[in-house]
């Protein structure tokens, strides 16, 4: 459709640039004549315009919520748990796919996807490839309702007593998420050191885990959730 628009415009453009309107007694109606071109060109070009950004806007889908659950464990290692919630904004839209990001492994090991599972519904993960390392492709499927839920986990090893969840893949998205959901846990040798984002400590009958908790609403984030630690003497 954009491209439509695109070589509409151009012909318009290229028929008004070589327009060569027989002479009159009045040379007004050959600049009258040019005059309804630029015109016509214009508003051929802003109709394609809209047409395309309506359809556009009504075939898409939406990345409005997610919750995370990040268990840092006595081994070092780094479980994640990610729940995501997509709507469709048309009907029409029966699957979109998408790209799930990890953390580089370079820096916090290799993934190890244990799950995923859409709409409740378990999925053959080993069919998943990484490609490049730290991403996967997947395909949402909106078969009889309007939202989709994709959740994932995974495990990594870091490197070093640091680990960076991603979050600013959001701003891909052009919208800010609805709500979203971060809860940390630490096993009770280790001590959260820093975090680039205030955390709220969250006191429980577990004493084998530190609980933390994020929660936002209209997020918009421009940093990765960043956090480091270190082993209890």
Known sequence: MKKLCIILTMLL?????FANPRPDASSGRSSGNKIQL??????????GLFIYKAITFHK??????????ITLK?????????????????????????IYPFPAQKEYGEVDIIEVT?????????????QR???????????????????IKFVQKPLKDEYKYILKTTRKWKRALQ???????????????????RLNEIKGKD?????????EKNFYPDEDFEITWIVKN
Not at 119 to 130: A, I
Request: hydrophobic letters at 40%.
């Open 207 to 215: 004493e084998t885990l530190s609980s933390f908790q994020l929660k």
């Open 179 to 197: 709500s979203s959901e971060i809860d940390l846990r630490i096993a009770a040798d280790l001590e959260l050191k820093n975090c680039n984002y």
């Open 118 to 130: 859409l709409n409740g519904k378990k999925q053959d993960f080993l069919q998943f490839e990484l």
């Open 74 to 98: 006595d081994d070092n290692s780094v479980e994640v748990m990610g729940e995501y919630k997509f709507i469709r904004t048309s009907q029409a839209i029966k699957n979109y796919k998408i």
């Open 38 to 47: 630029a015109f016509l060109g214009l508003f051929t070009a802003g109709l």
């Open 13 to 17: 453009i290229i028929n008004l640039s």
């Open 60 to 69: 898409k889908v939406e990345f409005v919520e997610e919750q995370i659950d």
């Open 133 to 151: 390392k730290d991403r996967i492709s997947l395909e949402l499927y909106f078969a009889d309702s309007d939202e989709c839920v994709l959740k």
